[in-house]
C-alpha cells in the first residue's frame, strides 16, 4: 500500500522569507512520480511541481523547488522569496493508478 | 492553454434526489479521473477511465456510477443523496499514453461543489 505523510498540519512565514513543507511517502514501486498540489481559498487544485522518482536532479519551478530524498522517502517543498498569494493548503501527492493525497499543511503567509 | 471544465460549479439537491456532474478533459488527454474531497479532507480517489474504459475503482459507492463518452468527456451520476455526500468533487485528467502507465500528471477542473440538504 502507498502512503504519504504530511507531518505539519499548518506553516507560517513572512512575506520574502523562506519556508520548507516536509512530506514523506511509502511506496513499493521503483518507478513513481512525486507532486506538490497547491489549493488556495478558491479550492482550485493547482499543480505546483513534479518530481520523477528515476531523476536524481531535484524540481524546481521558479521560487518553488523540491528536495527529493528517495533513500529516505523523503519530498519537500521550499517555497523561496514568499509572496501573500502563496497562503494556501499544499498537499504532496504520489503517483499510481490514482492520485495518493497527503492531509495538507496549511501555509499562512504573514505580512 | 485549455484546462479542464466542470460543470455545474455549484449543486444543490434535497436527500434522496439524484445528480449529474460533467467533465470536460483537456483536448487530447486520453485520462479521467473524480475525486471526492470532503470538508478539511484530502481529495479521495472515486474511479477513473483511459480511452473510455473504466480503469480503476476506488472508493465509490454503489450509488454512484460514472461513464466516459466517445468524445472523451465523463459523467458522475450520483443517486439517492445523502448529507455525508455533500462534498467538492473534482475531475481531473491526464495524457496516459498506454493503459499501463501511470506516470503521468494530472491537471484538475475547478471543482463541483455539492450540497445535500
Known amino acids: 500500500a502507498q502512503t504519504v505523510t504530511q507531518s505539519q498540519p499548518e506553516m507560517s512565514v513572512q512575506e520574502a522569507e523562506t519556508v520548507t513543507l516536509s512530506c514523506t511517502y511509502d511506496?513499493?514501486?521503483?518507478?513513481?512520480?512525486l507532486f506538490w498540489y497547491k489549493q488556495p481559498p478558491s479550492r482550485q487544485m493547482i499543480l505546483v511541481i513534479r518530481?520523477?522518482?528515476?531523476?536524481?536532479q531535484n524540481a524546481t519551478e521558479n521560487r518553488f523547488s523540491v528536495n527529493f530524498q528517495k533513500a529516505a522517502k523523503s519530498f519537500s517543498l521550499k517555497i523561496s522569496d514568499s509572496q501573500l498569494g502563496d497562503a494556501a493548503m499544499y498537499f504532496c501527492?504520489?503517483?499510481?493508478?490514482?492520485?495518493?493525497f497527503g492531509k495538507g499543511t496549511s501555509l499562512l503567509v504573514t505580512p | 492553454a485549455a484546462g479542464v471544465i466542470q460543470s455545474p460549479r455549484h449543486l444543490i439537491k434535497e436527500k434522496r434526489e439524484t445528480a449529474t456532474l460533467k467533465c470536460y478533459p483537456i483536448?487530447?488527454?486520453?485520462?479521467v479521473y473524480w475525486y471526492q474531497q470532503g470538508p478539511g479532507q484530502d481529495p479521495q480517489f472515486l474511479i477513473s477511465?483511459?480511452?473510455?474504459?473504466?480503469?480503476d475503482k476506488g472508493s465509490i459507492p454503489d450509488r454512484f456510477s460514472a461513464q466516459q463518452f466517445s468524445d472523451y468527456h465523463s459523467e458522475l451520476n450520483m443517486s439517492s443523496l445523502e448529507l455525508g455526500d455533500s462534498a467538492l468533487y473534482f475531475c481531473?485528467?491526464?495524457?496516459?499514453?498506454?493503459?499501463?502507465?501511470?506516470?503521468?500528471?494530472?491537471?484538475f477542473g475547478p471543482g463541483t461543489r455539492l450540497l445535500v440538504l
Open positions: 481531473a485528467s491526464s495524457l496516459r499514453q498506454g493503459p499501463s502507465n501511470l506516470q503521468e500528471t494530472q491537471y
Open positions: 511506496t513499493s514501486e521503483s518507478d513513481y512520480y
Open positions: 518530481q520523477e522518482a528515476y531523476k536524481q
Open positions: 501527492a504520489l503517483s499510481g493508478y490514482a492520485l495518493n
Open positions: 483536448p487530447r488527454h486520453d485520462t
Open positions: 477511465f483511459y480511452e473510455k474504459m473504466q480503469s
